[in-house]
């Protein structure tokens, strides 16, 4: 059973751009992979407090994906709902559920998982504890 805009409480909101649209006149797949990697960032230095590229240990994109189930583009306010599916011990797989703001239907919904490595040797590590604390009032998900 799909996720419902009841299951993700956590919003990041954003406007769609004009070059969002692709020829066919709704936001081309691609772009929604931009607001995602936005929504997930954009919220962890709001909620964290810190600016997360100055950690020790940084969050790199190991496994994206996106199922669409209805069409979104410009001039849409779209909202995408933060979860979580899984929190290890250096990653973390989120669960974003794309909305058109004031809209509960889900137009997509994401998975993206940022593991967690040393800034400098690119080795895995654990997650910061600034991080974990943030993500562990998320939501869980699952698939």
């Not at 607001?35 to 994109?61: E, F, S």
Request: proline share 6%; charged share 20%; with cysteine.
């Amino acid at each position: 059973m799909k996720p419902t805009r009841e299951d993700f409480p956590v919003v990041h909101t954003m406007t769609t751009r004009w070059n969002d649209n692709d020829q066919y006149g709704h936001m081309n797949n691609a772009t929604y992979f931009e607001y995602i990697d936005t929504a997930v960032n954009g919220w962890l230095m709001q909620d964290t407090g810190v600016d997360i590229r100055d950690l020790p240990a940084i969050g790199i994109v190991a496994s994206t994906g996106c199922d669409y189930f209805a069409e979104l583009g410009f001039p849409d306010t779209i909202e995408i709902g933060l979860a979580t599916s899984r929190i290890g011990t250096s990653s973390i797989t989120y669960r974003l559920g794309i909305f058109r703001a004031g809209d509960p239907a889900l137009r997509a919904l994401a998975h993206f998982v940022h593991v967690y490595v040393d800034a400098e040797t690119r080795r895995p590590v654990p997650i910061p504890d600034v991080v974990r604390a943030a993500v562990e009032t998320l939501p869980r998900v699952d698939s």
